[in-house]
């Protein structure tokens, strides 16, 4: 079987060991199931099962996917997509060597540290900054170097979990930090955290709810006012804010999220955020703030085991010059998002609607996601189709290539412009289009 020209092209695209071992697994399973009788398969049908393998064993399963959902921190389909300048970064990064770790000017060794912190500090006036790989890592490495066997006080209303069922007083648990909580689920006030020095905790935390709302009858100190009950007892303030943003979220007709800024503004002595959210950048957790305390992260052995690496390092560097450069809402397709003004959201849709000749153009609503902004809405339009099992036409979407993603209301399949990335529209035109035309058609099919 190796000799024929199949088998050839076979070895030259997949490689010989794993042609191989394809085509002795198809011989042992033809064998295993061949009983007395049977018409066994001739080689041209072994060497045909033998490249269905190959092609399984070799499919990637991370695949880029159009988002039409209208959620624009699609936690499951990747957050932020990156700027044009941050891809370009890591392209040049990835390709060749870097001076990741190496000094050009003292031609010796240097820190990976360096490369986004002057950024940072330009950015938000914090003393020093540190990035590791993901926000969650970045509050275990404050606890675990900073109150390690000693006492963290957060309000009893900040014991949030987040995706995939990780909450904040097991990351806390797990740094070896106790949990020392205040207040009530609903109410949480001054004395609260005045009280709690009595047991000489190490830090105080404050974890924003990122991802709900506490409404009714409810209280909580400001950022302020905690800073300065933790500091007239020489206790530092750390607070988590989870997604975080540089920007002001009202000026786009949304809720205000707490900035970066105004946490230390308010005295926060170090505060953490994401870079992958409303940040818009690749993934990672970055701690800013008092150099001292900055520098004890740097020095604890876990900030080698979650450190973030170059092509991260790349992202985050090119993404952050556009906050330098007050490019942000122009750039960063996250910001491009929020800032998209429905009428041209709507002119999109309709554009749409012209090339399909099927469907209708109404109003919705996008959301956020990504655990920023619960219960913010952005209004939209979006491409209606009528249909009589949206599911199956939402499941011939996904089987694209690219992969489309939609979602569902009553009988319709709707999808939603403010979320596909203007490159996208031809290939999401053309899927649609060859779905429509396929038996399973919008008011003939399903």
Known sequence: MLQSAQAVEMTACFGRPLTLRAMRQTLDQIRSTYREGQLVPDEAELLRLAQELLTTWTAPTLLPVINATGVILHTNLGRAPLSQAALRAVAEIALGYSNLEYDLEKGKRGSRLVHAEALLQRLTGAQAALVVNNNAAAVMLVLSALARRRSVVIARSQLVEIGGGFRVPDVMKQSGARLLEVGTTNRVHVRDYEEALQEKPALFMRAHRSNFQLVGFTSEPELSEIVAVAHRAGIPVVDDLGSGTFLDTSRFGLAHEPMVQESLAAGVDLVCFSGDK????????????????????????????????????????????????????????????????????????????????????????????????????????????????????????????????????????????????????????DSLQRVLKSSWAIGRGL
């Open 278 to 429: 409303l940040l818009g950048g690749p993934q990672a957790g970055i701690v800013i703030g008092r150099a001292d305390l900055v520098q004890r992260l740097r020095k604890h052995p876990l900030a080698r085991a979650i450190r973030a690496d170059k092509l991260c390092l790349s992202a985050l560097t090119a993404t952050l010059l556009h906050y330098l450069k007050d490019e942000a809402e122009q750039e960063i397709p996250v910001w491009r998002m929020l800032s998209m003004p429905a009428g041209d959201v709507r002119r999109r849709a309709e554009t749409w609607l012209a090339r399909l000749g099927e469907g209708r153009v109404t109003s919705s609503e996008s959301t956020i996601g990504g655990g920023s902004l619960p219960g913010e809405t952005l209004p939209t339009w979006v491409l209606a189709l009528d249909v009589r099992n949206p599911n199956k036409i939402l499941e011939r979407l996904r089987r694209e290539k690219p992969a489309i993603v939609a979602r569902a209301q009553d009988n319709s399949v709707l999808l939603d412009p403010r979320t596909v990335l203007p490159e996208q529209d031809e290939l999401l035109l």
